[in-house]
């Protein structure tokens, strides 16, 4: 079965560093044909993709991904040893407020299969 | 990269069709025949329903369709349930190698 859990602060205060950590279940990292995405989604409005990260199996590297207008503020890593993708963003900002959502990401098409139950995240000082 | 554009709201009876749009651009949808559609009911993870603009995941009912045409994505409800009543966003890969998705529409089963 595959799951995937999000974990981190549920209160950040204006300019902090948020760091939120997935992990997952049932699948492997190391698998190229999978990937990892953090979505967000403001109390009541759309879902917005942040960022992605999967295994380039041909350059044995990492290829990582950014929504443009966030790119600034985000970083994504993962650690295969523990099953765990890792998102920080800077500077945190009440209008940052929402459900942050990691999920599994079909590399090649980008769908994604499977979702976390998400965690809320408010900025409030 | 700019959301892709779905209309707010649709609404229809139990058993009729409806059809939510989702429009972007030559860079994403008009490029790209990756286009999902995810269900969203209220409190819940979103779940997907369509994916690579018309295939559908197992377990996910027939009446769930897709199709694209150009740089418009269709989602296509047939006999509409009560338990069909959720928020619906799609997505498509882009030419930047990001994601975007739509802004959402709600679905009202009269």
């Known amino acids: 079965q595959v799951t995937l859990k999000e974990s981190g602060p549920v209160l950040v205060k204006p300019t902090e560093t948020l760091t939120l950590t997935c992990t997952v279940s049932?699948?492997?990292?190391?698998?190229?044909?999978?990937?990892v995405s953090w979505i967000r989604q403001p109390p009541g409005k759309a879902l917005e993709w942040l960022a992605h990260?999967?295994?380039?199996?041909?350059?044995?590297?990492?290829?990582?991904s950014y929504n443009a207008s966030l790119e600034r503020r985000l970083t994504i890593s993962r650690d295969t040893s523990k099953s765990q993708v890792v998102l920080t963003m800077t500077n945190m900002d009440p209008v940052d407020t929402g459900t942050y959502y990691c999920a599994r990401m079909i590399t090649v098409t980008t769908e994604i299969d499977t979702w976390g139950q998400g965690t809320l995240v408010t900025v409030s000082s | 990269q700019s959301a892709l554009t779905q209309p707010a709201s649709v609404s229809g009876s139990p058993g009729q069709s409806i059809t939510i749009s989702c429009t972007g651009t030559s860079s994403d949808i008009g490029d790209y025949n990756y286009v999902s559609w995810y269900q969203q009911h209220p409190n819940r993870a979103p779940k997907v329903v369509i994916f690579?603009?018309?295939n559908r995941p197992s377990g996910v009912a027939e009446r769930f369709s897709g199709s694209k045409s150009g740089n418009t994505a269709s989602l296509t409800i047939s006999g509409l349930q009560a338990e069909d009543e959720a928020d619906y966003y799609c997505?498509?890969?882009?030419?930047?190698?990001?994601?975007?998705f739509g802004g959402g529409t709600r679905l009202t089963v009269l």
């Open positions: 690579d603009v018309s």
């Open positions: 990260i999967f295994s380039n199996d041909v350059f044995s590297n990492d290829e990582k």
């Open positions: 049932g699948f492997s990292l190391s698998n190229g044909r999978l990937g």
């Open positions: 997505s498509s890969y882009t030419r930047s190698s990001t994601v975007v």
